[in-house]
């Protein structure tokens, strides 16, 4: 049941060129809306990662919410975590999100996570939900959805078991910064945000310690960009961002690589670590090479700042490397593990 959940996102993502007429669901996913209130497809949209999304579009007079819906049976997830990550873009939306529901056997709610709505119209974004899948689970939905007018679309989204140190929340940690979603271990120890940086040709998000950081909690605040893993697989990649630091100490700062299958995160190879030394430095290059296996499902890229101080990122990219490319060779002491190896 996990190879199919993972199959029917990937024929969502890598849809055919052609469009689906407005009131056909893309395939494996259900429309849930009242009678002639929303039209659903897929189309060509600017800046996506595939070459059709998926999308949800308010017609007049709604008076109520719309999802789009997947579902399959909890029992290959039970006592796990698992994440659903996606881009929502939207066009004069009221509110659209990403969510997962844990239903017992009764069809009971046990769970309703979901994303922070994102209002108005916005360029895509990162989403991530993170669930724990109890032992009474029977059914698990994923999918997005819209409430109130206007537009929502989707994009590269992917569905795996994740570590545990892996949250979303609505506020705070969870809260997503273009492609990036910030995830601190604890909310007390670290903050974010996005600024104007000299040497960075937007804004540059960032992470922080706060007044009340504690440097004998060994925690980090975490900056994660999620990625599904199909176009990638087979493949050798680099993924690469740029990082500022300022005051870092009692720690440090870096970028990290994971790679999650259907059984959760793959062999320890493939977690990798780039570690940068320095307290205060100009932008710095922090990249990583690594050969994607056939069954990953989902990827995601961080940076982090663990320890005092201030880092900052200007984006990330990601793109194939040529075989002569060597991979990043993991870090594997104790005191150099990345947030995504604890």
């Known amino acids: 049941m996990a190879r199919k959940v993972w199959l029917a996102v990937t024929v969502f993502l890598l849809c055919p060129a052609v469009a689906l007429a407005a009131d056909v669901p893309p395939k494996n996913w259900e429309l849930e809306a009242a009678p002639a209130q929303y039209d659903t497809g897929t189309e060509r949209v600017a800046g996506a990662k595939g070459a059709q999304s998926a999308f949800l579009r308010a017609r007049r007079n709604v008076s109520s919410p719309a999802d789009l819906v997947q579902r399959f ?25 990403l969510f997962v529901t844990i239903r017992g056997s009764s069809g009971r709610v046990l769970s309703d996570q979901a994303s922070g709505p994102i209002a108005g119209t916005r360029d895509w974004q990162t989403q991530v939900v993170a669930a724990d899948i109890p032992k009474d689970a029977s059914l698990i939905e994923i999918g997005f959805g819209l409430r109130g007018g206007g537009t929502v679309w989707a994009d590269n989204l992917a569905f795996a078991p994740v570590s545990r140190n892996t949250h979303a929340a609505t506020t705070g940690p969870g809260q997503a910064y273009g ?31 706060t007044p009340a950081f504690l440097s004998f909690r060994a925690l980090a605040g975490t900056m994660r960009a999620w990625r599904a893993a199909g176009a990638w697989r087979g493949k050798r990649i680099r993924v690469s961002t740029r990082l500022k630091l300022d005051a870092v100490h009692a720690g440090w700062a870096g970028c990290s690589l994971a790679v999650f299958g259907n059984a959760g995160q793959l062999d320890v190879p493939v977690t990798k670590l780039n570690r940068l030394s320095g307290t205060t430095s ?13 069954d990953a499902v989902l990827l995601t890229f961080s940076y982090y700042l663990s320890g005092q101080g201030k880092v900052w990122s200007d984006g990330f990219r990601m793109e194939e490397a040529g075989a002569g490319v060597p991979e990043t060779h993991r870090v594997n002491t104790s005191t150099n593990r990345s947030p995504d190896e604890r």
């Not at 029992?75 to 975590?81: K, L, S």
């Not at 100009?282 to 056939?294: F, H, Q």
């Open 179 to 209: 492609d990036w979603v910030f995830t601190p271990i604890s909310a007390k120890d670290f903050w974010a945000g996005s600024e104007a940086v000299d040497g960075a040709p937007g804004k540059a998000t960032f992470i922080e310690a």
């Open 73 to 97: 049976k909890a029992a290959d997830y039970i006592g796990r975590r698992i994440a659903f990550a996606g881009s929502l873009k939207t066009s004069d939306a009221k509110g659209a999100y």
């Open 282 to 294: 100009g932008w710095r290059d922090c990249s990583l090479t690594a050969e994607i296996p056939d």
